[in-house]
Nanobody, 120 residues
């Protein structure tokens, strides 16, 4: 029922910035905890960031803390990931995910991903 569509990926150089967007439809977006995950070449999927329904609580992986910012606009049913000071290690497919009941219960919906390539 719920669909998540990521956008904003692309090719950038080390030190540059990108903003990813995830548009949700078919559900009550404002009640979901939203998360970003990524999967690099030959690597397992890893957690990047999450934000609660209110937008007041966020959490980041240590590898991106201080560089990435997650935010949401419930009126637009959209969550964002602002990615600054990008490193080559950030190269990955980035996925948006939604949790209906909170992350302790898992993520229920996933997008198809958007590619981010950071070159040196």
């Amino acid at each position: 029922q719920v669909q998540l569509v990521e956008s904003g990926g692309g090719l950038v150089q080390v030190g540059e910035s990108l903003r990813l967007s995830c548009a949700a439809s078919g559900g009550t977006f404002s009640s979901y905890t939203m998360g970003w995950f990524r999967q690099g070449p030959g690597k397992e999927r890893e957690f990047v960031a999450r934000i609660t329904w209110s937008g007041g609580n966020t959490n980041y992986a240590d590898s991106v803390k201080g560089r990435f910012t997650i935010s949401r606009d419930n009126a637009k049913n959209t969550v964002y990931l602002q990615m600054n000071s990008l490193k080559s290690e950030d190269t990955a497919v980035y996925f948006c995910a939604a949790s209906r009941l909170g992350v302790r219960y898992g993520y229920d919906y996933w997008g198809q991903g958007t590619q981010v390539i950071v070159s040196s």
